[in-house]
């Protein structure tokens, strides 16, 4: 059983930064963060591989997010930079223990966290 923790939401302006944190219990597992903006489908946002050596981004989140994972302390984190109005949204993490590479799919995915709400203000 794998349960998971989200914090660092919140609202910046536009242009500005943010960073997610996702704290893993069990053992460790391929992570990754997807997201569901207002009245639109939860979508892929960026995945991480169980050692950290892979990543696999979202095309509109590619140059601007960045993540990555602290095995030692079981958490991933989601660093946000140049942040858009069209970011706006509840973020997930979720967690994969039947694979050791990331995918941006969510039916791979078997553990989800509570989410946490980003805003970002034009």
């Known amino acids: 059983q794998v349960q998971l923790v989200e914090s660092g939401g919140g609202s910046v302006q536009a242009g500005g930064s943010l960073r997610l944190s996702c704290a893993a219990s069990?053992?460790?597992?391929?992570m990754a963060w997807f997201r569901q903006p207002p009245g639109m489908e939860r979508e892929g946002v960026a995945g991480?591989?169980?050692?950290?050596?892979?990543?696999t981004y979202a095309d509109s989140v590619k140059g601007r997010f960045t993540i990555s994972r602290d095995n030692a302390k079981k958490t991933v984190y989601l660093q946000m930079n140049s942040l858009k109005p069209e970011d706006t949204a509840i973020y997930y993490c979720?967690?994969?223990?039947?694979?050791?590479?990331?995918?941006?799919?969510?039916?791979?995915?078997?553990?989800w966290g509570q989410g946490t709400q980003v805003t970002v203000s034009s």
């Open positions: 069990g053992y460790r597992v391929c």
């Open positions: 991480i591989s169980t050692g950290g050596g892979s990543t």
């Open positions: 979720a967690a994969d223990s039947r694979r050791s590479y990331a995918t941006l799919k969510q039916y791979t995915y078997n553990y």
